[in-house]
């Protein structure tokens, strides 16, 4: 046969073929780290596997100040993972600027939008809503109360169950009565901050005074001066140059918590550092030494306001083939239908209403505090400059702590970058 | 005064090891003793679980081993690239007048003021397009060669002797053949200095690997230490653990080539030009 | 015909200098020419990290606003605060060990390797240890406390601005001084020891010989020392970035470098970050010309 009918022939064999074999669908899956999350997800993509041959899950952990900077940049080769996940304050501007695929209702298994929206606790999914379509499918909602140690409080004469702060002049008085120091050395913290998290935990002292980030309709910076330069003037008054009670530059409080190393007595954390306790120190963990008490409030606040929530969301890359995304969603919904597995092992709150009225959840320690704070909180401040925002407020607390500004100063140098922020103007 | 000057060194020498020291001491502690007050400098028993911790990693993947290989790998390679090209270009530099020679070597020099934070983005960009990222070559790939090793390499081959080379020549070498016969083995002490040097400051590279190395088993040790020192199960005592495993290498190096670490450090001064 | 044969050596001679050149250059057009001037041309532009809109072209907009901006002189502050603090003490006290070691007749070695350790470990490691060292239950704290007499005074390392930035500068000050110091004896080294002889002879030694004879000659070294120091001073980057990411204040030590990661990175505005990039590059070049200009005004240095 001559040259043509014989490379036709190839061409008929050739394609048929390869379409038996099926092009395998590889997924990258970054997340950020945490040990207990990752051995039951690893078995979820086994199972997965098992029922889609054709597919590979590259399952990729980075740490969680590490991972914000390796999606970015990814990202801006063009080059981005199929699925990942961060706090929303990070991943928001991915939304924003139309990197992420909304929610494919049947691969995730829900009939329609509607189906979805009402399998949550209404407001969960708020945060991932950009002009009328869902860009993300909650891993965790999380909210932060205070953990305290009740042997710390024991030991300094205190009885955790009726003396622990119900306000922050409180947490004043209470610390002062743990913290032990070597000169101007603390040794033993009674409480400290979750330093790096303004947003979640600290702009709620704020609005419990009355003040504001933002005014309501987005356009102008900072609302209420003088709630804003009480709160100032108070986290002036806790750190080094005042009363001494902490300081960003100590290790984080909840770092420390689980060894009950006698070095910390309270921290501000989540339903998941429970879990934690139990992995890192279970002889801890059962002596239930430790109890969980709400966000407290100033004296004479304005709102009750408990610290904000934030949450992570699964989200999908929108430059990834079709059938990837597919799959990718398939995925997210496959794992996502564990959720009490994800409360029990993990001891993250996956908010679907199944969830919240399971007994698993019930009976899980203290669930009732987080819940109710819960309720009453709001979700954290977003946009596509959260990030820089978060990081102007932590210059501004730190140079009242650490750098002696008057609040006053701080306040005015605050106000003008993050105006600067909002007019687009940076 | 000659008391007074042996008692300076001496302070100085025990005030700059110190950290050293500490850091190993601290190694073999529990965490709640490395911060106790006052610090003990020696350990009360070999605390090993650190070290243990430290190559097992907080997700029990036992992935340092991997990174410490990769570390190797890339600083190797990236010696041997380096010292061959700038020896080649060294040598072109040296021994071959050229018009727009002195261009060409003050275009070179320049380079070292580039701050890398300018080019990463854009080299980020080309490595994407060629699509090397999380590879091995992507990690070696922007260091092929530096301007300060092309400095080295030219500064030694200036003194080297020219009736040799034309001796050769004469004989019927080939120039390519007169570098890789003549030069090269003859300029060991240049070429050890450079291979030494640039494996030191690649063992050190953490702003490209952090961009490039996108899994954990195409990361190199300084990222390892990064993400472990940020996660929540590391304690101080698991911190120097995995700082001293990533420096008895280099260490070790260091102590038996020391001659070659000193001397680079003075080959690069005295006679310019 | 001898000269036309001469004309064909050198025309040979500089055909293999450009073959021998070639590959180096090949590489940094690629790796170096390339990208600084894609941050040239990026830095003309208003562009985010992560939109897929096209960039919009501003012109020099990016660098009038960091003229005018107070975080950006902030951070030319903090960077020229760090690089003077830390390679003035840098040259004077190398050559001052460096005198020292030389005038040892033993352990020569020994203190060379002493001093030399630091900056062999990567600088991911000498963060880690420092950060352990300047928390306030640490060595830096006990050291002091001894020292100064005080008891349980904690002096802020890494809490007050000015305590954070001299915790910086000590920790490159730390890494560098050996590797200075050793430059420093080679130069020593190679004045000949007949000119102390001679000055001796004179009746010039110790102080006045150091003075006379070895600091002027041993200007070639100074300078080089001094540039070396000044450019890696003005390339910083890890220590601050780790002492932030850590809980360290960012202002004092925002120096440029971290502050061109930062808006990229965080602020995903890449277009900003290439204007402060070439902003920096033409910093370095410039102090660079200086300190040539410098060192060629006072002449040229001749043993005899």
Redesign the interface.
Known sequence: MNRRSFFVMFLCLVIPISLLVGKTIELQFWTHEDPNRTVIENRYIEEFQKMYPDVVIKRVTQSSTKIQELVLTAFAANQGPDIFNMSIEDEYAYIVNQRVASVNYEAAGYENKEALINAYLPGTLDPVVFEGEIYGLPLEITNWCILLNKKVFKDAGLDPEKDYPKTWEEMVEVSEKLTIREGQIITRRGFDFRYPYYLVAFIPMVEQLGGKLISDDGKTAIVNDEAWLKFLDFMAAWGPNGLNLGSPTYKNARSLFNMDNNDIGMCTTGLYQLARIKADNPAFYDSREWMVVPFPQFENAVNYVPAHYYGHYYMVNVQKPKENQEMAWKFIAFMLSHPEEYLDKVAIIQPTNELLESDTFKNYPYSDVFISDLEKSTVVYFSEYSAKIQSLVKEAVESVMLSNASSRDALNALRRKVQEVLDDQY | MDVIIWALLIATALLILSPIVFMFTASLMPARDIVKMPYRWIPEELYLDNYAQAIRGNDGSYIYPRNILNSFIVAGLVSVTTVLLSALTGYGLAKFPFKGRNLVFLLIMATMMIPFEAIMIPLYLVATSLNIQNTYIGLILPFLTNAFGIFLMRQYLITFPDEILDAARIDGSGELSIFWRIILPNSAPAVATLAILTFRSQWDNLLWPLLISQSEEMKTIPLYIVKFAMEKHTNEGAMMAAASIASIPILILFITLSKYFVSGASLYSSRKG | MRRILKKGI?HK?????????L???A??A???????V??LY?SLFRK?????RPPTFIGLENYEYLLKSP?FWNSIKATFIFTLGTFIPILVFSLL?AA??M??KRFQ??????????A???????A???L??L?????A??GA?FLLG?????Y?W????NMVRFSTILVYF?KY????T??????LA?IPQSLHEAAKIDGANGWKDFWHITIPLLK??TV??SI?SM?QC??T??TQY?FT????????INVI?LN???T???????GR??AM??I??II??FF?WLQFKASRSGGEVDYM
Do not use: C
């Not at chain 3, 005080?150 to 904690?154: A, L, N, Q, R, Y």
């Open positions: 050198e001679k500089a055909r293999w200098g450009w073959f021998f050149v590959p180096s250059m590489f940094f690629v790796f170096s020419f390339y990208p600084i894609n941050a990026t985010r990290l992560l939109s897929l975080d060990l020292f070691i005038s040892r070695k020994f203190f060379q390797m002493a001093f030399y350790s630091p062999v470990l990567s600088s991911v490691v000498a880690a240890i420092w352990l060292i928390d306030p239950r640490g060595l704290n006990m406390n005080t008891k349980g005074v904690d802020k890494l809490a007050s601005a730390w001084i050996g590797y200075f050793i430059i420093y004896i080679t130069g190679s070639p070294t080089l020392v070396m450019l003005l390339k980057f890890s780790l990411q850590s809980g360290a204040p960012l202002e004092p470098t061109i990661y930062n990229a990175i965080r602020d995903h505005n890449i970050a290439s990039s070439i920096l590059f370095m070049l660079t």
